[in-house]
């Protein structure tokens, strides 16, 4: 049975401090624990832990401003996550709704037969007349008034109301090859390999969403690494071998696809500059190898 009383504040600075954490500034693990909940930041604290064969894991006086930093670090990576897959999902809802209005007119995702799994569908489309009765979006407010008959909006209006992940489910349940490959070449990729990207995608967004641990989490799955990709980012997604479910990979795609897409972008000079920071407030934690790093590096001062 479950007894554990309530800790304090003090109490909870009082354990930070025996798990081996030295407070090198006053006040400063309490005042870290008023603003983060314990729990949350116990994530990071585990970072530093070493483990005896003799003491099991434990920590060495470790300044606790390394905790902090390491805390902050994940919160700058997750913002950086969130901006650029922003970017990318907006692409993602103009082009499922410009492809499949071309081909099946208004409204492609009232039709069952274009979708491969019927009960996928039937889920996708309960979560849309979930979606669109609950709206105060203009638009949608809009169509409701002007058009009360209707189910639902048109695609193009139906895709800016939905869920990334119920984006990406209508995506994976397109029926024909042809449909989904349409849609992957407005990014340059292969149906196959922007499915797998997208599922990174939602993951690290549901994460990010929630405000988890990002800096060292790891994927559900590997993403597929494409044969054509450039040079410079295949090697940096290869570089732990193709199987790798390194977060970090997220990071080295959303470049990819920025550069792909906009002709420009700054996800991997924003990753090592985070990189660099975090390396500078402690030795003992890092996002990025030293040899991976500098793979990076050389990206970014090339221009590539």
Not at 225 to 242: D, Q, R, Y
Not at 254 to 262: A, G, I, P, R, W
Request: aromatic share 10%.
């Amino acid at each position: 049975m479950f007894d554990k009383p309530a800790k304090t504040t003090d109490e909870l600075v009082q354990l930070i401090h025996d798990r081996g954490f030295v407070a090198d500034k006053a006040g400063n693990v309490e005042a870290a624990i008023r603003r983060v909940n314990y729990y949350r930041l116990s994530a990071y604290m585990k970072s530093f832990e070493q483990t005896d064969s003799h003491e099991g894991s434990k920590v060495d006086r470790v300044p606790f401003h390394e905790v902090i930093a390491l805390y902050d670090f994940d919160f700058e990576l997750r913002t950086l996550a969130q901006r650029s897959i922003q970017k990318l999902e907006i692409a993602l809802r103009r082009s499922i709704a410009t492809h499949l209005a071309a081909s099946y007119g208004a409204f492609p995702h009232l039709n069952p037969a274009i979708f491969a799994e019927r009960t996928t569908w039937a889920k996708t489309h309960i979560k849309m007349l979930e979606e669109y009765s609950r709206s105060t979006e203009q638009f949608a407010t809009h169509h409701q008034q002007k058009y009360p008959e209707l189910q639902l909006p048109p695609i193009w209006v139906m895709v800016e109301l939905i869920s990334l992940g119920s984006l990406v489910q209508l995506y994976k349940n397109l029926k024909a090859r042809q449909d989904r490959l349409q849609i992957a070449r407005d990014f340059g990729l292969d149906e196959a390999v922007l499915v797998s990207w997208l599922d990174q995608f939602v993951q690290v967004r549901n994460i990010c969403a929630h405000h988890g641990r990002l800096w060292n989490r790891l994927l559900h799955r590997a993403a597929k690494v494409p044969s054509h990709i450039a040079p410079a980012h295949k090697k940096l997604l290869t570089f732990e071998g193709k199987g790798s479910k390194n977060v970090l990979n997220v990071f080295v795609i959303l470049d990819y696809l920025e550069v792909t897409m906009f002709q420009e972008s700054s996800v991997i000079r924003e990753v090592c500059r985070l990189s660099r920071a975090l390396n500078q407030h402690s030795s003992r934690v890092s996002f990025i190898r030293r040899e991976r790093l500098q793979v990076f590096e050389s990206m970014v001062e090339s221009g590539a």
